[in-house]
């Protein structure tokens, strides 16, 4: 499941419109487009498949304030659980209250495309 979730976040939020995948490669978290451009949305501090992964997670701030996203995976019944947990890290503290809106929204839209899928 770790390497399904970006590629079910809905198109409006995505970084690059042009089928993007997310890859974890050497720690790094981004989208790459068909042309080969890519955005990077993140570090991985940790990757644990198939249960967790934890990330810097710079959308809507930057790789100097980044924000905490952790996505735990349980199973349930036939199916899996998502928990996401998103926080402000020490450097972004300032800049959660006017970005935390926005971030419930598109976890939201995010975790309604998993859904859709399953």
């Keep these: 499941m770790t390497g399904e ?21 050497e720690g790094r978290f981004f ?6 451009a890519e955005v990077e949305l993140g570090r ?3 990757w644990a ?17 980044p924000t905490l996203v952790s996505v735990r995976f349980s199973d349930e019944g036939d199916g899996t659980m998502v928990h ?9 503290v300032a ?7 926005s971030y419930v929204r598109s976890w939201s839209l995010v975790l309604a495309a998993i859904e859709e899928r399953t």
């Design 44 to 46: 991985v501090t940790t």
């Design 49 to 65: 498949p198939p249960d967790r992964i934890d990330l810097d997670f710079y959308p809507g701030t930057d790789a100097d304030h």
């Design 95 to 101: 800049l959660w209250d006017e970005r935390v809106g």
């Design 84 to 92: 996401v947990t998103h926080h402000p890290g020490p450097a972004s």
């Design 5 to 25: 979730v970006p590629a079910a976040a809905p198109q409006p939020r995505r970084s690059v419109q042009q089928s993007p995948d997310a890859a974890r490669t």
């Design 31 to 36: 989208e790459r487009a068909e042309d080969g």
